[in-house]
């Protein structure tokens, strides 16, 4: 049997409430029901009566994949693996604040996020050559085709989200259908936004023209 007062002084207690400050985790319940430690379990090792076990260490390496398991081990190099800055610790606290449905809004948004930076860019530069070569007849207004741009991305992160909900109401079939009509209207809205960032000129005749149009 393992000798209480020797496996007292065990440094796995200390260096798992270093981790869980270091997370910011309001409470050790909240800290353990994340990692689904049980609870009994979790406090047997702070308390230092316990040394933690395989399935102690699996469970943390699941739940926090940048806990770097040597540190926790020996107590030397990083905690980390990747060192978050404190703003990157500001946004993953965010995420864990959100309830699933909205979980999955922040993902699609922070998965094109990058995509959409990108797209911005390069409409941004393509009328810029343009205003320097004259090639189009038509006025290119950055403000309406950045607002076009933006209403487009929007409806494209809706789109996402929407494919990525389930509802339970509708039955497979008809689950089915809606994500091939959704799929449908994704592949159209891409389509659109690629004619914007590239100026097509058809596609600015017609901006243009409704443009005219509602002024009257």
Aim: glycine share 4%; hydrophobic share 30%.
């Amino acid at each position: 049997m393992t000798d209480l007062k020797e496996d007292h002084k065990h440094p796995f207690n200390s260096r798992l409430e270093e981790f869980r400050n270091h997370l910011n985790f309001k409470s050790k319940r909240a800290f353990y029901e994340y990692a689904k430690i049980d609870s009994s379990q979790f406090f047997r090792v702070v308390n230092g009566f316990q040394k933690p076990g395989f399935g102690f260490f699996e469970k943390l390496a699941i739940a926090f994949p940048n806990l770097n398991l040597s540190w926790f081990f020996t107590g030397e190099g990083e905690m980390n693996l990747n060192r978050l800055d404190s703003t990157e610790r500001n946004i993953l606290e965010n995420y864990r604040k959100l309830p699933d449905e909205g979980k999955i809004g922040f993902e699609v948004q922070t998965n094109l996020y990058e995509r959409e930076y990108l797209e911005h860019k390069e409409l941004m530069g393509n009328i810029v050559y343009e205003a320097m070569n004259n090639e189009n007849k038509y006025p290119l207004m950055s403000f309406n085709l950045s607002n076009r741009l933006q209403t487009l991305q929007n409806s494209r992160v809706r789109q996402h989200i929407a494919m990525q909900q389930k509802s339970f109401k509708l039955t497979e079939l008809s689950l089915s259908e809606l994500k091939s009509e959704l799929k449908s209207q994704m592949d159209d809205n891409e389509e659109e936004i690629q004619k914007l960032i590239s100026l097509d000129a058809e596609y600015i005749r017609q901006m243009h023209t409704e443009t005219k149009t509602n002024e009257e």
